[in-house]
C-alpha cells in the first residue's frame, strides 16, 4: 500500500504542475483500458492475459465513465478499499498492479 500512496501523491504533485503541453484529455477510464490493452497485449503471456483482463474490468467496473483527470488519490483507496472486502490479499495486490500499471502508462502519455 505504501507504493500506491506514493504513486497517488505523485499524480497530485504532477497534476499540480502540469504546464501548456500536456494533453488535455477527456479520455475515460474504459477508453483508456481498452487502447492501453491493445497496446500491451502482445508483452503479456497468454497464460497471464485473462488474469490482466479480469483485473481490467474490475478498473471499469469501478472507474468506467470517469475522466482519467477525474480519478482522485480518495478515489483509489475507496475503489482498494471496496475491493479489498472479503478477497485475499494477493487478489487486491494483483489489481492493484495491473491497474497502477495501466494509470502510470496513462500518466507517461500525458493523459493524466
Known amino acids: 500500500m505504501a507504493n500506491l500512496n506514493n504513486f497517488m501523491f ?13 494533453v488535455n ?9 481498452d487502447k492501453w490493452l491493445k497496446e500491451y497485449h502482445l508483452q503479456i503471456r497468454k497464460l497471464d492475459l485473462p488474469i490482466v483482463i479480469n483485473n481490467i474490468n474490475i478498473g471499469k467496473y469501478y472507474f468506467g465513465q470517469k475522466r482519467l483527470k477525474d480519478i482522485t488519490s ?5 475503489f482498494l478499499m471496496n475491493y479489498s472486502l472479503g478477497r485475499k490479499k494477493s487478489s487486491v ?6 491497474i497502477q500499471s495501466l ?7 500525458k493523459y493524466i
Open 74 to 78: 480518495l478515489d483509489y483507496q475507496q
Open 10 to 22: 505523485k499524480v497530485k504533485d504532477y497534476n499540480k504542475n502540469k504546464s501548456n503541453n500536456i
Open 93 to 98: 495486490e494483483q489489481a492493484n498492479s495491473i
Open 25 to 33: 484529455s477527456n479520455i475515460t477510464f474504459n477508453e483508456y483500458a
Open 103 to 109: 494509470l502510470k502508462s496513462a500518466l507517461n502519455k
